[in-house]
C-alpha cells in the first residue's frame, strides 16, 4: 500500500494569503498525483490531476507541483469560497488518499 | 456533460449485503476510455477507494476490502453497481460512484449516498 501523509492537517489563514498544503508519498509515485476540493455536504472536485495540470475551468489561483514523493498544492490569493477539505490522491499504485487538510478562514 | 447518481437503501442491517447502483447520465457508460469506480468516505473522515469496473466487465477491487466486494455493468441501463456483502458498523459512509479516467484520477463524481449499518 502506497500511504499519503498531508500536512498540516488544518490550516487557519486570511482571505488574500498565501496558502501551502503538501502532501507526501511513502514510495516514488512520479508523477502520479492529483488534488481533490471538498465541501461540506458535497463530493470532491478534481482541482489538478497529474501533479501540476490545472483542471479546466477550475482558477488560475489553484497550482501544484512536485514529483517523486514530495508535493505541493498552493492557492495563491485566497478567497472565501475556497473554504474547503483538500485531499490528496496516488494512482502509481491502485489509488489511495491523503487524510484531508480542513481550510477554515481565519 | 456526464453526471452520476447513486441510488439504493438508506439502511442495512449488520452482515446483511449493502447494494448500490449508479446511473449514468449525460453520455455513454460504454463509450471512452474510462473505468468506473466506487468510493466511501466515512462519517469525519477520508476517502477510500472500494474498486472500479471497465465496460468489458473486468474490475479490480481494494485488496482490504476485496473478499466482501463485487462490482458489475449494465450496459444497456447505463449504470454499475455495488454489493459489499457481510457489513458491519464500520462500513457506515458516504458511498460515492465516480468515473474514473485511464489516467487515474476521478471525474466526475455523483452526489454521494449515505448507507448507515445498524439493528
Known amino acids: 500500500d502506497i500511504q499519503m501523509t498531508q500536512s498540516p492537517s488544518s490550516l487557519s489563514a486570511s482571505v488574500g494569503d498565501r496558502v501551502t498544503i503538501t502532501c507526501q508519498a511513502s514510495q516514488d509515485i512520479s508523477n502520479y498525483l492529483n488534488w481533490y476540493q471538498q465541501k461540506p455536504g458535497k463530493a470532491p472536485k478534481l482541482l489538478i490531476y497529474?501533479?501540476?495540470n490545472l483542471e479546466t475551468g477550475v482558477p488560475s489561483r489553484f497550482s501544484g507541483s512536485g514529483s517523486g514523493t514530495d508535493f505541493t498544492f498552493t492557492i495563491s490569493s485566497l478567497q472565501p469560497e475556497d473554504i474547503a477539505t483538500y485531499y490528496c490522491?496516488?494512482?502509481?499504485?491502485?489509488?489511495?488518499f491523503g487524510q484531508g487538510t480542513k481550510l477554515e478562514i481565519k | 456533460q456526464v453526471q452520476l447518481q447513486e441510488s439504493g437503501p438508506g439502511l442495512v442491517k449488520p452482515s446483511q449485503t449493502l447494494s448500490l447502483t449508479c446511473t449514468v447520465s449525460?453520455?455513454?457508460?460504454?463509450?471512452?476510455?474510462?473505468?468506473w469506480s466506487w468510493i466511501r468516505q466515512p462519517a469525519g473522515k477520508g476517502l477510500e477507494w472500494i474498486g472500479r469496473i471497465y465496460t468489458s466487465g473486468s474490475t479490480n477491487y481494494n485488496p482490504s476490502l476485496k473478499s466482501r466486494v463485487t462490482i458489475s455493468v449494465d450496459t444497456s441501463k447505463n449504470q454499475f453497481s455495488l454489493k459489499l456483502s457481510s457489513v458491519t458498523a464500520a462500513d457506515t459512509a458516504v458511498y460515492y460512484c465516480a468515473r474514473t479516467f485511464i489516467t487515474g484520477w476521478f471525474d466526475p463524481w455523483g452526489q454521494g449516498t449515505l448507507v448507515t449499518v445498524s439493528s
Open positions: 490522491q496516488q494512482y502509481d499504485n491502485w489509488y489511495t
Open positions: 449525460g453520455g455513454s457508460i460504454s463509450s471512452g476510455s474510462y473505468y
Open positions: 497529474d501533479a501540476s
